[in-house]
């Protein structure tokens, strides 16, 4: 999935601005330094998710002429939720 900068910075505004109206979290900091770190931790996963599904990707064409008249969606999806599994990474 392809997130822009801009989406990525108005999420983890939202996040930060969330958690300080419901009193969950007082920042000691400029709350700017947050927002920067939810958006690297949110850019990085969608990272590692994408690097994920590419692996997912290639494991199913090395193995399509076994899984003939099966959905190939289906089958890269189940490949990616091992994986996942595997790894301990939520999906």
Do not use: C, W, Y
């Amino acid at each position: 999935m392809r997130v822009r900068e801009g989406e990525l910075q108005s999420l983890a505004g939202a996040i930060v601005d969330g958690l300080r109206k419901q009193g969950f979290v007082h920042f000691k900091r400029d709350p700017a330094l947050a927002r920067t770190r939810i958006v690297e931790l949110i850019a990085r996963n969608l990272q590692e998710e994408q690097t994920l599904e590419e692996e997912a990707e290639r494991l199913a064409e090395s193995h399509a002429r076994k899984m003939a008249g099966m959905d190939h969606r289906k089958i890269i999806q189940g490949i990616k939720e091992r994986l996942a599994q595997e790894r301990d990474f939520p999906l």
